[in-house]
């Protein structure tokens, strides 16, 4: 016996109609679209709303296989915007400036997406497309200048603040 959290009946049918459910509800309540203090017909509207999408298989299967994405990616969006508010966090005394702040938050996201990859699998494929192709060098030699460039920038840049 499946455990009720993820037996078919509750994944297919259970959660769909309380996520429709619920998102019509907020809508119609957020929108005022049937008056204001209208919150039995609004459930009912949403109540209708959701055994409708889990009648149709088809819509229901879109709204089930989208659920996991939306989950996924929130999770990412999360992580990233809590590692960047370290990074750009407002604090008195705040020693980075905006430069840094760019610099770090690219850092973060190639790392993050570099991440992603990796648990996904998909990090040996990529990286042996790139690097293994023939073209390694390539990817290499643009690699370092543009270290180079950046620690040229950062230096020029550092030196001409000092001077005003």
């Known amino acids: 016996m499946d455990p009720v959290l993820i037996s078919p009946f509750f994944i297919d049918y259970v959660l769909p109609l309380i996520l429709v459910f619920t998102l019509i509800f907020a809508i119609l309540e957020k929108t005022k679209l049937l008056g204001d203090d ?3 017909i609004n459930a009912l509207i949403g109540l209708v709303v959701g055994l409708i999408l889990i009648a149709f298989p088809f ?3 879109i709204v089930v296989l989208l659920m996991p ?13 809590l590692l960047y508010g370290f ?3 407002k604090k008195d ?5 905006r430069g840094w702040k760019i610099a770090f938050g690219a850092i973060l996201a190639i790392a993050l997406a570099t991440f992603v990859l990796i648990i996904l699998g998909w990090w040996t ?3 042996d497309f790139v690097v293994n192709r023939g073209s ?7 690699l370092l200048i543009l270290i180079i460039a950046g620690a040229i920038i950062a230096v020029l840049k550092g030196s001409s603040s000092k001077d005003s």
Do not use: C, E, H, T
Not at 69 to 81: D, E, G, N, P, T
Not at 93 to 97: E, P
């Open 38 to 40: 209208k919150k039995q």
């Open 59 to 61: 819509a229901r299967d």
């Open 69 to 81: 994405f939306l989950a996924v990616s929130a999770v990412i969006l999360l992580v990233f915007m």
């Open 87 to 89: 990074i750009v966090g």
């Open 93 to 97: 005394g705040d020693v980075l400036d």
């Open 125 to 127: 494929p990529i990286y």
């Open 136 to 142: 390694g060098q390539i990817w290499m030699n643009a």
